[in-house]
T-cell receptor
Framework: DTGVSQDPRHKITKRGQNVTFRCDPISEHNRLYWYRQTLGQGPEFLTYFQNEAQLEKSRLLSDRFSAERPKGSFSTLEIQRTEQGDSAMYLC???????????FGQGTRLTVV | GENVEQHPSTLSVQEGDSAVIKCTYSDSASNYFPWYKQELGKRPQLIIDIRSNVGEKKDQRIAVTLNKTAKHFSLHITETQPEDSAVYFCAASNADQFYFGTGTSLTVIP
């Protein structure tokens, strides 16, 4: 499968624990985006990278969230001290530059209990 | 920042009828408008897109129109089939990120 892949697909964690998700974009794509989606809503922007540089981070994103893309390839999204409100689907997408299609991974569904 | 509004939130049509979903955007700098289809439990999948220098684009039963002056764009699905049932999202993009609408849940009744 040469599409965007995310790992894990599902994560259940206890409140207060840290979690980390991984995204592998389409290999030649230099842009990588993280979105969060809750039931009945559209994807909500979290952050995006151009190669290894994190260019924008949503003001809605608390300091408990951090993302990296160390070598401009895969990316990780970490949530520290998880809260029940963090329960959502976390989607990763990648694109080849701007003004072109972005392709989504299958997402990581996080449940905080 | 950009604000994308999408209507209606739910839409039911009889099989064979047409479905139209409408979106408006606020940022005149947005220049790329994709549409995604998301089936339950699956990833959003790109179905059609349009750039700001084009007014209309068609791909088989799916078409998208763009009115830059009014800042709105629409998705048209003709001859709907049960497998068209899904949630559809519009999006607007400038040089940075994608801004998504809140989605339209389309049900095609056989």
């Amino acid at each position: 499968d040469t599409g965007v892949s995310q790992d894990p697909r599902h994560k259940i964690t206890k409140r207060g624990q840290n979690v980390t998700f991984r995204c592998d974009p389409i290999s030649e794509h230099n842009r990588l985006y993280w979105y969060r989606q809750t039931l009945g809503q559209g994807p909500e922007f979290l952050t995006y990278f151009q190669n290894e540089a994190q260019l924008e981070k949503s003001r809605l994103l608390s300091d408990r969230f951090s993302a990296e893309r160390p070598k401009g390839s895969f990316s990780t999204l970490e949530i520290q001290r998880t809260e029940q409100g963090d329960s959502a689907m976390y989607l990763c997408a990648s694109s080849l530059g701007t003004g072109v299609s972005a392709f989504f991974g299958q997402g990581t569904r996080l449940t905080v209990v | 920042g950009e604000n994308v509004e999408q209507h209606p939130s739910t839409l039911s049509v009889q099989e064979g009828d047409s479905a139209v979903i409408k979106c408006t955007y606020s940022d005149s700098a947005s220049n790329y408008f994709p549409w995604y289809k998301q089936e339950l439990g699956k990833r959003p999948q790109l179905i059609i897109d349009i750039r700001s220098n084009v007014g209309e684009k068609k791909d088989q039963r799916i078409a998208v129109t763009l009115n830059k002056t009014a800042k709105h764009f629409s998705l048209h699905i003709t001859e709907t089939q049960p497998e068209d049932s899904a949630v559809y999202f519009c999006a607007a993009s400038n040089a940075d990120q994608f801004y998504f609408g809140t989605g339209t849940s389309l049900t095609v009744i056989p």
